[in-house]
């Protein structure tokens, strides 16, 4: 899972390489000169222009009309197509283009930019099928075998993946996309030298080549030759004076991706260039975080909030590392400071709020939060806070009441639906059953605005065991222990329900599993670190 996460990262967002096909330069379509056709090709060309003025939504709108007039406008499709690719709509856009390859299945380009959305899809099989096709229709365009190429190693199929890049490379030798692309499958096919080679020659590149240094920099970060990549950065950062802001804004993605190691990769190196950068102490310090290693974390974001402590970003980053470390007593000295500068801060609040309870101090907690609400009642995070402490205080009305003003505010927050679930079913104790099919519909609207959201699916398996589905309890729990490994309740009831299935085995390991688990919480095997804080103003 982490090698297919990697490589869908260098193969579609560090190259920053378009999969799409490029716009014909003859937007013409020949069809029957009828008044029907003629007001297909008017809409066409204005959607033409309207994309190349990067006014997409209108252009998207121009080609839907022309479409509309001319059913079978293959080239309308196709850059319908890719007008929703560039909104970020890639259901629609391998909808559109799959009408242009039906319209007209002798289009390579349609070929291809079917192939890519089904990439960024998630489907390589479908894609590679596509780019197979193109190639086939045009044997001489470099732009589908190196689609094709990168397909095969996004599927771990490394020699497939060097036979497209490789012909691809024949057809436009001096493209360095693609020799990026062969390093990355000389590595994934054990041919290490080889891979060394290649990824080298770009970064000894002289000119206009920082964008692929920095990706062949990832690269050999991965496979683990941090020497290489080292200097693949640094060389990159003495060639082109706007790498290094590249290198920080791609970690940022990174970091947002959750890959911290290749994050703390790449910024490491810059160390001594961006001493006086607090977003990037802001950024390594998140991404030791996230590693494991509290105290460098703590010391870059202090250093962050000393060369700019009018940031609130940098309090609440570094207040929440102080808090995942039990380090509570820091992290409300740490927000008191931060209010004591931003006294209008609603966001400060909340992290002072969940500073308080964290330290189990719910009352300053909850009136820390309903300052909060107060100061900025659009603030959702603030009903978020609250709802966490009124939880915690098993205050189940405050706590419905919480949750429906989020709903109201916005309904396409998870946390208003999981919280209206979990307060109602609280108030009631199961004791109306006709609220239940209300109850599931919430979680599962929760569960469909954020899939990931481990509460609301140990919620709903809770609620499925309660009901007697013991099948859909355990796919839920199940659920809920893959996205959180160490949620105790989640174990003894998932142990509960294989045991009311007869499933006596698989119930006595998760019932291993929390008895190792409680023992863990009861006495930790290693001691929280000493983090200490110094006021930043």
Known sequence: MIMRRFLWKVLCLLL?????????????????????????QAFYQSGVRLFQANKIEEAAAAFRQAIKASSRFARAYNLL???????????????????????????????????????????????AKQFQEAVALSPKDPSPLFNLGRTRLFMKEPNKALAALTSAQALTPHDMRIP??????????????????????ICSAREGASDFQIAAAVTFFHYRHPADGEECLLHAAVMDPSAEEKIVGLA?????QRDYQTA??????????????????????????RVGQPKPAVEAFQKAL???????????????????????????????????????????????????????????????????????PTLEEAYAALAIIC???????????????????????????????????????????????????WLERAIELEPTFPLAHFQLGKLYLQQKDYSKSIAELKRAIELEPDYLQAHFLLATAYRRVGDIQRSQEQLEIHKKLTANVRSPQHPPPDLKIEKPY
Not at 268 to 285: A, N, Q, V
Request: proline fraction near 5%; glycine fraction near 8%; charged fraction near 20%.
């Open 264 to 289: 703390l990769a790449i910024l490491h190196p810059l160390k001594s260039k961006m001493e006086k950068s607090p977003t990037y102490d802001d950024l390594i310090g998140f991404a030791y975080a």
């Open 391 to 441: 939880e915690g205080e098993k205050d189940w009305p405050t706590l419905l009441k919480n949750a429906l003003q989020l709903e109201k505010l916005n309904p396409g927050n998870y946390r208003g639906w999981y919280y209206h679930a979990v307060a109602t079913m609280e108030i009631q104790q199961g004791g109306n059953s006709a609220s239940i099919p209300q109850i599931l519909a």
């Open 81 to 127: 197509g890719v007008c929703y690719s560039r909104m970020g709509k890639a259901d629609l856009a391998q909808k559109a283009f799959q009408e242009a390859v039906d319209s007209d299945p002798r289009s390579a380009e349609a070929h291809n930019n079917l192939g890519a959305s089904y990439l960024a899809l998630h489907k390589p099989d479908l894609a």
């Open 180 to 201: 990026l692309a062969v390093g990355e499958a000389y590595f994934m096919a054990g041919q290490t030298e080889k891979a060394h080679t290649v990824l080298a020659a």
């Open 306 to 376: 000393q060369l700019d402590p009018r940031n609130e970003n940098y309090y609440l980053d570094l207040g929440q590392v102080l808090g995942e470390y039990d380090a509570h007593g820091e992290a409300i000295e740490l927000f008191e400071w931060g209010i004591a500068a931003h006294p209008n801060s609603a966001r400060l609040y909340v992290g002072l709020a969940l500073a308080y309870a964290n330290g189990k101090r719910l009352k300053e907690a909850r009136e820390a939060a309903e300052k909060a609400k107060r100061l900025d």
């Open 16 to 40: 920053c390489i378009p999969l799409l096909g490029s716009m014909s330069q003859n937007p013409t379509e020949p069809l029957p000169q009828d008044s029907r056709s003629l007001t297909a």
């Open 252 to 256: 940022s993605r990174l970091l947002d």
